[in-house]
């Protein structure tokens, strides 16, 4: 028979999960805002760069030499900052799953005596 004790128990071990979940997930959310923010810094004094660059081009060969590295250089960095931030949000998911794991894994005793019963 499934206790009041056990009750508690179950309780109490769902609410430290929950609470350990949702710290990893707030630190994850953390990680993320500061590389995105990070980023959008970067990408900013990059493009300001390129901008003063670009005025500074005595020909038009020139300046399309630095748009085409510019965006080139963009892109590349894109492709890398959007993969950093997916394997952060892996993390994230696997952190903030991990506290359940346990839990999932092994059955509560009302249903392993249901499924002794049959």
Do not use: C, W
Request: glycine content about 4%; hydrophobic content about 40%.
């Amino acid at each position: 028979m499934f206790s009041f004790e056990d009750a508690n128990k179950y309780g109490k071990d769902a609410m430290e999960n929950m609470l350990k979940s949702y710290s990893a997930m707030a630190q994850g959310m953390q990680t993320l805002t500061t590389e995105a923010t990070d980023y959008s810094k970067k990408s900013y004094e990059d493009n300001a760069a390129v901008v003063e660059q670009l005025f500074g081009a005595k020909t038009l060969e020139k300046a399309f030499e630095i748009q085409s590295d510019h965006a080139k250089s963009s892109y590349e960095g894109f492709v890398a900052q959007a993969t950093k931030m997916s394997e952060i949000y892996a993390d994230l998911a696997r952190k903030a799953y991990e506290p359940y794991e346990a839990a999932v894994a092994t059955p509560a005793p009302a249903a392993k005596k249901a499924s002794n019963a049959d």
